[in-house]
């Protein structure tokens, strides 16, 4: 099995973008994640595409004030 893992999008929409929105597509079907982006307070940023269609595929991590 793989796993993909594709960005929400930063556009700030409702819906996530391609290739995210694609968790649907029959033989994709639950081998894909999107990512969307929260602050440390857990909360999503104004700049990342929300869940929409994608909420069973939809996950959020941290994305703002990263240190590396």
Do not use: M, R
């Amino acid at each position: 099995n793989i796993l993909i893992v594709a960005a929400a999008g930063n556009a700030g929409l409702n819906q996530v973008d391609a290739p995210a929105s694609l968790g649907g597509t029959s033989g994709i079907a639950g081998n894909l994640l999107a990512v969307g982006a929260v602050d440390a307070s857990n909360q999503i940023l104004s700049w990342s595409n929300k869940a929409g269609a994608a909420k069973n595929w939809f996950l959020v991590a941290p994305g703002q004030d990263i240190l590396t």
